[in-house]
């Protein structure tokens, strides 16, 4: 499932020498990012280059575990991710690691925010799924904790500048180091962001946090939902990809909500269902997967693709070829 090499982002060679040599171009914030302060962001007015480079020597003894990238819209809390990673270890223990999407919702993301806002956007996406595999090939190939710290490190500024993105980023960094690692569930997005608001690293009392404080609210209700100002966000920004679909009426806007139901934490169905090959039109490898157009790097291929269906909502008629009939959520 992941490659030893990919365009602007790494490359792993047979003696276990890691380069990890990634290059972003954008607007950057104004201010450094801080989540346990009100953030009224704004960007500077021309774009910068910021790099992500860094050297490791990673042990020659085989792979810790396997990883299959799975092509698979998969809804959890109320979000829906583009995909999954599966690590299987040795032994057959099996873990997962959701990947989100262009359009996923994110309940930490900022209302207004050029770069950070509710809806994930492509810039974002590649940036933060470009670092995911990342930290999943370090660790396939017995890669440390402090390894994945001098990973953070390496990106930390490429985030502060031009994602801002800050607790997804470490969210899905839980996610790896509890499957790859420590072979175990990682926490729910909207608990692990629970636990940052008790914890004082994140401030959601602004009203450009009202997102948040609504989505956590309804999933304390045990029906999490994405937010009105997600699918105003989406109607506004997205008319290309969903043209006149269904965030432009209210009553189309509330099948959407309504679509949207309880899930359980228990991640065996899922992986049931991958293993056992079910829905196989909506199951494929990522390795496989081919794209047209150009990325920036070579296992991201698939963002292209998923653009719209990482959010693909009931009435969205033009994608046909990915109907919630074939796409079936996993619940």
């Given at each position: 499932?992941?490659?030893?090499?990919?365009?602007?982002?790494?490359?792993?060679?047979?003696?276990?020498?890691?380069?990890?040599?990634?290059?972003?171009?954008?607007?950057?914030?104004?201010?450094?990012?801080?989540?346990?302060?009100?953030?009224?962001?704004?960007?500077?007015?021309?774009?910068?280059?910021?790099?992500?480079?860094?050297?490791?020597?990673?042990?020659?003894?085989?792979?810790?575990?396997?990883?299959?990238?799975?092509?698979?819209?998969?809804?959890?809390?109320?979000?829906?991710?583009?995909?999954?990673?599966?690590?299987?270890?040795?032994?057959?223990?099996?873990?997962?690691?959701?990947?989100?999407?262009?359009?996923?919702?994110?309940?930490?993301?900022?209302?207004?925010?050029?770069?950070?806002?509710e809806r994930v956007g492509p810039a974002c996406d590649?940036?933060?799924?470009?670092?995911?595999?990342?930290?999943?090939?370090?660790?396939?190939?017995?890669?440390?904790?402090?390894?994945?710290?001098?990973?953070?490190?390496?990106?930390?500024?490429?985030?502060?500048?031009?994602?801002?993105?800050?607790?997804?980023?470490?969210?899905?960094?839980?996610?790896?180091?509890?499957?790859?690692?420590?072979?175990?569930q990682a926490k729910p997005y909207p608990v692990f962001?629970?636990?940052?608001?008790?914890?004082?690293?994140?401030?959601?009392?602004?009203?450009?946090?009202?997102?948040?404080?609504?989505?956590?609210?309804?999933?304390?209700?045990?029906?999490?939902?994405?937010?009105?100002?997600?699918?105003?966000?989406?109607?506004?920004?997205?008319?290309?990809?969903?043209?006149?679909?269904?965030?432009?009426?209210?009553?189309?806007?509330?099948?959407?909500?309504?679509s949207t139901s309880p899930q359980s934490d228990d991640?065996?169905?899922?992986?049931?269902?991958?293993?056992?090959?079910?829905?196989?039109?909506?199951?494929?490898?990522?390795?496989?997967?081919?794209?047209?157009?150009?990325?920036?790097?070579?296992?991201?291929?698939?963002?292209?693709?998923?653009?719209?269906?990482?959010?693909?909502?009931?009435?969205?008629?033009?994608?046909?070829?990915?109907?919630?009939?074939?796409?079936?959520?996993?619940?």
């Amino acid at each position: 499932g992941l490659h030893s090499s990919d365009p602007n982002l790494y490359s792993l060679s047979n003696d276990g020498h890691f380069v990890l040599n990634c290059i972003e171009r954008n607007r950057p914030y104004s201010q450094r990012p801080d989540d346990s302060c009100v953030r009224v962001p704004h960007l500077q007015s021309g774009n910068t280059i910021q790099k992500a480079t860094l050297e490791l020597k990673l042990p020659c003894a085989g792979l810790r575990f396997s990883c299959q990238l799975v092509q698979r819209v998969t809804e959890r809390w109320g979000i829906k991710f583009a995909g999954v990673a599966l690590i299987k270890h040795p032994g057959g223990k099996l873990n997962t690691v959701y990947l989100p999407g262009v359009l996923t919702f994110d309940p930490a993301g900022i209302t207004g925010d050029p770069h950070s806002s509710e809806r994930v956007g492509p810039a974002c996406d590649r940036l933060q799924v470009g670092i995911t595999f990342t930290q999943l090939c370090i660790l396939q190939h017995g890669g440390t904790y402090e390894d994945l710290d001098k990973v953070d490190a390496a990106f930390d500024e490429v985030i502060a500048c031009f994602s801002g993105r800050c607790v997804l980023a470490a969210w899905m960094r839980h996610q790896v180091e509890q499957a790859c690692l420590q072979k175990a569930q990682a926490k729910p997005y909207p608990v692990f962001i629970q636990d940052l608001i008790k914890n004082g690293a994140l401030t959601v009392e602004p009203e450009n946090r009202r997102v948040t404080k609504e989505y956590l609210r309804s999933f304390e209700l045990g029906a999490p939902v994405v937010c009105e100002a997600y699918l105003d966000k989406v109607s506004k920004k997205d008319r290309g990809c969903f043209g006149r679909s269904c965030f432009d009426n209210t009553s189309k806007r509330s099948s959407v909500l309504a679509s949207t139901s309880p899930q359980s934490d228990d991640e065996s169905e899922l992986i049931s269902a991958i293993r056992s090959g079910r829905n196989s039109d909506a199951r494929r490898s990522l390795s496989t997967e081919s794209c047209s157009g150009k990325s920036r790097s070579g296992s991201l291929r698939w963002l292209r693709h998923f653009q719209v269906l990482s959010s693909c909502f009931p009435g969205c008629g033009h994608l046909r070829a990915h109907s919630p009939a074939r796409l079936q959520t996993c619940r």
